[in-house]
């Protein structure tokens, strides 16, 4: 027999009766059946399709960066000309006497870009578009963590950083992996 608000309970053809010690009528109370909810799966929401641009390989921008400008000078890489390792970068590459657009170089966060990994910079600048494109991660910086990326402007020949790095300072750009 069960008990149900301590008082004992009678089953009977799927009714349940309530027994009053008080009284010796049962009060009938109705038995629950529980009921089945429909399972119904949840649909994947779609991502929406981004527009390619048709200026950039791929389509999306890419992640928001900061970029700063590096060249070869001791102020810039604390490294002297006389220095066998003067110029060549964390992954052995040689930064003498390359320009800008003969190396196209950055170096990058290793956690964020794998060493070697080509990637696609285009600066919200409009002045600096001329230098939007495909650059190679091939070093790294003290500085550099994160977002922020610095971009090998070129060998100078000179002891101090050269005018065209010191004036593109730290710019914004999107950055994505090439395809």
């Known amino acids: 027999m069960q008990v149900w608000q301590n008082k004992p309970v009678i089953q009977n053809q799927g009714l349940k009766k309530q027994v009053s010690k008080s009284a010796a009528i049962p009060t009938k109370i109705p038995t629950l059946t529980p009921t089945l909810r429909p399972t119904v799966k949840p649909t994947p929401k779609e991502k929406p399709k981004e527009a390619k641009d048709k200026d950039e390989p791929g389509g999306s921008k890419g992640k928001l960066f900061k970029v700063s400008a590096y060249d070869l000078s001791l102020q810039s890489c604390a490294k002297p ?13 040689s930064l003498r006497d390359q320009t800008r657009a003969s190396a196209m170089t950055i170096a990058a966060d290793l956690r964020v870009f794998k060493m070697g990994s080509k990637v696609y910079m285009s600066f919200m600048n409009k002045k600096f578009n001329y230098m939007n494109g495909v650059y190679t991660v091939r070093d790294t910086g003290s500085g550099i963590r994160g977002n922020k990326l610095d971009l090998f402007f070129g060998d100078f020949h000179g002891s101090r950083p050269a005018k065209a790095a010191m004036d593109f300072g730290v710019q914004k750009a999107y950055v994505k992996k090439a395809e």
Request: hydrophobic share 30%.
């Open 81 to 93: 000309r006389t220095s066998r390792f003067f110029g060549i970068t964390r992954s052995g590459f």
